[in-house]
């Protein structure tokens, strides 16, 4: 079994922003595209236009109706994809060695070539973050795009993870939550970034920023101030118009 490094040179991970997300999936296809025609084997499909169509995906939105205690209802889309825990358990759990974490960035991966398909490490993510590619029988998960981010024939703004490059909403952030000088850093801090499950003393590395209160804004008439003032008493021939019938 594989064994976790003590500590890490980076933590490069995720910060993911539920305020803003708006659960179009962007992140979903782009992620299922470029996993797909670059690093590794395709992510397969099964039965694609059929009726039970089943495939191989990295990264899911999931979509809750909540209701909190003090506010009305709202609807908040959860993106999930791997952690990148720093005590990830799918990698102890490993009978091969096939799954690690590296230290130079704290990135989890699997070595698909020692990869046998137990199973074990799936069973033991308690986020359900990784998934069997019924086509090629090995284990898939997240790998934050390691052939973009050290990609140096890619313009520098390319140089992130697919789901971020591509995230119309700007919801997803990327870069080194160890690092107090990053903007990943600082925005969790300033948000008040949460662990997923922190129950579960993985010590996830991807962070999520919670909803913000919606503000109680009065109503208010939009377009009023943009349209021209109606006069008190019409003029022309409507106004002779309504003073004659007044008079009747």
């Known amino acids: 079994m594989t064994t976790l490094p003590d500590s890490t040179d980076r933590s490069l991970g995720l910060v993911i922003d539920l305020d803003t997300c708006v659960g179009c999936h962007a992140c979903v296809v782009a992620c299922k595209e470029w996993n797909t ?3 590794g084997a ?7 236009y059929g009726a039970a169509p089943s495939g191989t995906f990295l990264n899911r939105v999931h979509s809750y109706e909540v209701t909190p205690a003090d506010a009305p209802a709202m609807v908040v889309h959860f993106p999930k994809s791997c952690l990148h825990c720093s005590d990830a358990p799918c990698v102890t759990v490993c009978p091969t060695g096939a799954s690690y974490k590296r230290v130079e960035d704290g990135i989890v991966l699997v070595n698909e070539s020692d990869c046998i398909g137990c199973g074990l490490c799936a069973w033991a993510c308690p986020y359900g973050a990784r998934e069997m590619d019924r086509a090629a029988g090995v284990m898939k998960k997240c790998t934050l795009c390691v052939d973009r981010i050290y990609n140096d024939t890619l313009p520098e703004e390319d140089r992130v993870p697919s789901c971020v490059r591509t995230c119309p909403a700007g919801a997803r952030h990327f870069g080194d939550l160890s690092d107090p000088e990053s903007s990943v850093f600082q925005l969790v801090e300033a ?15 991807n962070k999520y920023l919670p909803p913000r209160d919606r503000d109680a804004l009065p109503e208010m008439d939009v377009l009023g101030p943009l349209l021209a003032p109606v006069e008190a008493q019409p003029g022309g021939f409507l106004g002779w118009l309504d003073r004659t019938l007044e008079k009747l």
């Open 37 to 39: 025609g670059a690093y």
């Open 42 to 48: 395709p992510l397969s499909d099964q039965d694609a």
């Open 191 to 205: 948000r008040g970034g949460m662990d997923l499950m922190p129950e579960q003393g993985t010590r996830p590395v």
